[in-house]
């Protein structure tokens, strides 16, 4: 299952690095504007990237569950963990509830 997980990690994130650390070496020595072309990766080629990925990813109804409930108990532990955080600190209500947010 790990070798599935690197796998697929690897089918992800190698696509998305390239073109990442290329524009971030051409926005570096070349000084230019990425805004229109953040809003074509942002909005349109990489949800396209992610459908497809899904698509043609084949999962086994153990690995879904067991994503589920990995991802179901992380919540829960990050949430235990903020509330617990947030009362050692004594944290005010509404700083209590954006530690929660992003910890969750």
């Known amino acids: 299952m790990v070798g599935q997980i690197l796998s697929t990690l690897l089918d992800v994130i190698l696509p998305l690095s390239i073109p990442v650390a290329a524009g971030a070496v051409l926005v570096r020595f070349r000084k ?28 086994s109804s153990g690995d879904v569950r067991d994503s589920l409930l990995f991802s ?3 919540l829960a532990l990050m949430w235990a963990l903020s ?19 992003v910890a969750t």
């Open 83 to 101: 509330a617990g955080l947030s009362r050692l600190l004594r944290l005010p209500p509404i700083e209590t509830a954006g530690l929660s947010l």
């Open 32 to 59: 230019l504007e990425t805004s229109h072309l953040l809003t074509l990766v942002l909005y349109f080629l990489a949800p396209v990237l992610i459908f497809r990925t899904l698509l043609t990813a084949q999962l």
């Open 72 to 74: 179901l108990l992380n």
